[in-house]
């Protein structure tokens, strides 16, 4: 007898697709998430370059008034939400008071313990919150309260010491986004792979890596999955790198930069770095940093940071597939998907592939803007402004014009030479000039103003990708989800001899007979003309056979 040839083609066992490339999608999405990041460089200045009264300790500050103000004052002045002086606050920032949210940060310390409990990373800070008494008891002890609320939202209070004396810092703020966009997407490793017999029948439970409340809170991340456990460990992180990096504790910090006025959340912070003064300023160090080291380095922790605080979450986002018929609840935030498969084919063996699907996420940070930030260290000399008020900064806190012409160039020349992510140096800003009309009286002569400015056509491009400024750093992670993508693939081997090869095959061409039966009636009765006599046909053909019932005559033996 021949050997009856498959109606399957023998195509290789594990073949997916054409090539053997697993399927990948992209659809380019402009999907983005975006985090804003704050870099603190301070100029390394001459202390001959600040006027006089900027290098002595104010009177009446903070700390002469505070360790002078009874318990008791100090504890109603905090309870009614009051300055302690005009300007000076019990608790900075003064927005922050104003608006109760000292309350709020207290209130959350039952919060944050548990979270601790929990196993859940928190602010250490927050471990002093214990209650009013004790924020009044460091008050007292002569440390200024911050409030501050962190990247994940966790309100913070941090104890600032009085400075030993006053130290004028001059600090360019560099305002940059970390933006992760969706890149491919597409299959990635085995999960598992089961094989059902012909004719079999089973059933799967399938659970993924959020199950289980624990686990979930740890799989997450800022990239896919912003939350408060998720945004505290990559802040976490950034501060330990930070404080390792610039030798300088948050308190240090917060005192140089003046961030602590600033009040809220400026987003991830990267920290204080120290850059040359240059351009006759006269730094105080022997070797100077300039904004593109120290950038690097804080673009570098940004990057890094993250890249571990995502790797941590993708290695415990597992997923079970279980052909077991049974499974056993863990707890009530439990959630399975059960599934019946079988296998229809009479010969061959139904092969079963699960894989994980991955999501690409491609993060570029860039920077956007600029503003600048002067501090003593104490609250009443610290000052802030824009591109467009620094001139006016810099007299007040500078001896004379040609100090404040130097200071002004080195920090213009630091601004016009950022270099990006492909080591092309980029103007961040810009010189315009304009003429100003007269309106209203268009006699009136027209004035000519010079001024600088961000640019405001800073754009940059990455791929498809395209962002509102200079690009510090591309980095591309690829993440695993929760999703599973599953294949059959069709066993080439042959269940049957050839007796039951035969037998199947003559039910097939039993089946075609009988399509080509009800065909060729179909053709007939399209072909007739008269609707009347087509369906006189067609119910002869597709239901009773006349028009008048017919009966057959029952034949029983003994009867006539």
């Given at each position: ?138 008050i007292k002890e002569g440390f200024m309260p911050v ?5 994940s939202r966790i309100p913070e209070i941090v104890y ?401």
């Open positions: 007898m021949e050997k009856l040839k498959s109606c399957v083609s023998q195509e290789p066992f594990s073949k997916l697709e054409e090539n053997g490339k697993a399927s990948i999608l992209n659809y380019n999405l402009p999907q983005s998430t975006c985090y804003d990041a704050t870099s603190y460089l301070g100029l390394d200045l001459a202390d001959n370059l600040f006027k006089a009264n900027q290098k002595r300790q104010p009177n009446n500050d903070y700390w002469d008034y505070v360790t002078k103000l009874p318990r008791e004052e100090l504890t109603k002045k905090l309870d009614l939400n009051v300055s302690l002086l005009p300007g000076i606050p019990v608790i900075q920032t003064y927005e922050a008071v104003r608006s109760g949210v000292i309350q709020n940060t207290l209130a959350t310390t039952k919060k944050a313990f548990a979270m601790k409990a929990a196993g859940t990373p928190v602010s250490a800070r927050l471990d002093a919150i214990e209650n009013k008494e004790y924020l009044v008891d460091r409030y501050k609320q962190r990247f600032l010491p009085k400075p030993r004396r006053a130290e004028p810092q001059l600090n360019i703020v560099l305002h940059m986004k970390m933006c992760s966009f969706l890149g491919d997407y597409g299959a990635g490793r085995t999960l598992k792979t089961f094989s059902l017999l012909p004719g079999e029948k089973t059933t799967i439970t399938m659970r993924t890596y959020q199950y289980q409340e624990t686990i979930r809170n740890l799989a997450q991340n800022v990239l896919d999955s912003y939350s408060e456990s998720s945004a505290e460990d990559l802040q976490t992180s950034i501060e330990h790198e930070v404080e390792h990096a610039s030798s300088l504790s948050k308190s240090e910090s917060y005192s140089k930069t003046g961030n602590w006025k600033a009040g809220g959340s400026a987003g991830l912070n990267l920290g204080f770095f120290k850059i040359g003064g240059g351009g006759g300023g006269g730094g105080t160090s022997a070797s100077s940093t300039s904004i593109n080291q120290a950038v690097s380095t804080q673009v570098g922790i940004l990057v890094n940071s993250t890249s571990r605080h995502t790797s941590k979450s993708d290695s415990l986002r597992e997923i079970e597939i279980n052909s077991s018929t049974s499974s056993t609840a863990i707890n009530e935030t439990e959630e399975t998907i059960v599934r019946e498969l079988e296998n229809i084919n009479k010969s061959r063996v139904l092969n079963f592939v699960f894989r994980q699907l991955l999501q690409e996420f491609v993060s570029i940070t860039y920077l956007y803007d600029v503003s600048f930030v002067y501090s003593t260290g104490f609250p009443t000399q610290r000052k802030s402004c824009k591109l467009s008020g620094l001139n006016d900064m810099l007299k007040e806190i500078l001896v004379n014009d040609k100090a404040v012409e130097s200071v002004k160039n080195e920090i213009y020349t630091q601004l016009c030479s950022i270099v990006d992510y492909e080591g092309n140096p980029q103007n961040m800003i810009e010189k315009v000039n304009q003429k100003f009309r007269n309106c209203i009286n268009p006699k009136a002569d027209e004035r000519d103003f010079e001024f600088v400015r961000v640019r405001k056509d800073i754009r940059q491009k990455y791929k498809d990708y395209t962002v509102n400024g200079i690009i510090m750093d591309v980095t591309s992670r690829t993440l695993r989800t929760p999703s599973v993508v599953v294949d059959a693939l069709l066993g080439q081997g042959e269940a049957l001899d050839c007796y039951n090869m035969t037998l199947q095959e003559a039910a097939t061409q039993q089946a075609q007979l009988e399509n080509n039966r009800l065909k060729q009636a179909m053709d007939i009765i399209e072909n007739i003309a008269d609707p009347t006599e087509k369906a006189a046909l067609y119910k002869k053909v597709f239901g009773e056979c006349c028009d008048v019932p017919q009966y057959v005559e029952k034949y029983v033996e003994g009867e006539s």
